[in-house]
């Protein structure tokens, strides 16, 4: 495969595929464990992970590249051969989350607000993850929306160490996913599908501008966005159709098309509600950019459950993994229909 950055990012952004994101921290990968009322072990992780990436038909025709943590790119399979290998021989990619969390904000909003932390010696970490395998990286910035917030001081600390972190990345030779997320989940959820485009529009902004301050070229890079959609609290809920559209406006008004892929993270949205949104997106027409895929939760709640920490359930959990990464590919590709 090609090592350069442009030829990795359109790769994990090719027609109908997108990424799995893998790389919930040990914190939460227990909370995931804990609706199944399985221990979070490190046998238990590797075993859970090993069956999605052993699930050899989702991977292969729906899956890009896959989203690690780090002790999962260390990690080997039950017979041994290490997880990275099993990913790229079903055609995937394999990538690093390197951020190492969003921490309390010093300041006035310090009970609310977060800055994510991980630059500090984050050039010798890449060179290592270069050589365990990683050819794409993964960082992410969280914006809340509350009363007066998010601060400009917020918004510009985010935007100024994913840029940071994204120049560390190509010049290493790995592409930087570039992950604000502004959250439509958690206790500050009430706001509506405008304050959520106006919060986006804003760091999106101040983000490509970051971008440019850090000469990030913006080929080699890939936009992980949250969807301009309202507030998990909020009373007045945007229709699937609005959550498109409002999405697609604000892409455009602040996205360069120089950026060869978006891929949305769901956030919280439930499996189906993620899947159509992606689809209505790219069935309304033509845009600048492949809109695709790196979900977490919305690729991966059917599949816990399925499996259950069973190995009886390995096939079930493969299936239930297998079908959302079809109907996320389908949506992909604008041609999914409820
Ligand atoms: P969700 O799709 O569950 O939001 O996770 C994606 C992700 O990588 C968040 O950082």
Redo the contacts with the bound molecule.
């Keep these: 495969m090609s090592e350069r950055l442009e030829d990795i990012a359109r790769a994990l952004v090719a027609p109908g595929k997108g990424i799995l ?1 893998a ?1 919930e921290s040990t914190s939460t990968i227990k909370k995931r464990f804990d609706t199944i009322k399985l221990a979070s072990t490190e046998d238990s992780r590797r075993d859970y992970r090993e069956m999605l990436f052993r699930a050899t038909e989702g991977m292969k025709n729906y899956v890009s590249g896959v ?1 690690l943590y780090d002790e999962t790119i260390r990690q080997k399979a039950k017979d041994g051969t290490p997880l990275v290998d099993i990913m790229k021989a079903a055609g995937s990619i394999p990538g690093i ?1 390197v951020d190492v969390g969003a921490k309390p904000l010093a300041g006035p909003t310090s009970k609310i607000e977060t800055v994510t932390e991980g630059l500090d010696g984050l050039r010798e970490r890449f060179a290592e993850y270069h050589k365990l395998g990683a050819r794409f990286a ?1 960082w ?1 910035g969280v914006i809340t929306i509350a009363d007066g917030l998010p601060s400009w001081n917020c918004v510009k600390a985010n935007a100024h160490a994913l840029a940071r972190y994204a120049a560390l990345a190509q010049e290493a030779g790995i592409v930087p996913i570039v ?1 604000p ?1 502004v959250l439509m989940d958690g206790p500050h959820s009430g706001h509506d599908i405008d304050e959520c485009y106006r919060v986006t529009e804003w760091t999106l902004r101040t983000v490509f501008r970051e971008l440019y301050d850090a000469r990030v070229q913006l080929e080699g890079i890939v936009l ?1 966005p949250n969807m301009v959609i309202a507030g998990q609290k909020s009373a007045k809920q945007a229709s699937p159709a609005e959550v498109a559209e409002k999405t697609i406006k604000c892409l455009k008004e602040t996205v360069p098309s120089a950026v060869p892929g978006i891929a ?6 439930s499996d189906e509600a ?1 899947t159509q949104h992606l689809s209505l997106m790219n069935a309304s027409g033509p845009l600048p950019w492949p809109l695709t ?8 709640a059917a599949a816990i459950q399925a499996w259950g920490g069973k190995p009886e359930n390995v096939a079930a959990g493969q299936r239930a993994f297998t079908h959302r990464a079809k109907m996320n590919s389908l949506a992909a590709l604008g041609k999914w229909n409820a």
């Design positions: 994101a790389d989203i989350k993964k992410r992950e997320e992980k949305f993270l769901s956030g919280g949205q993620a895929f790196s979900y977490g939760r919305a690729l991966q």
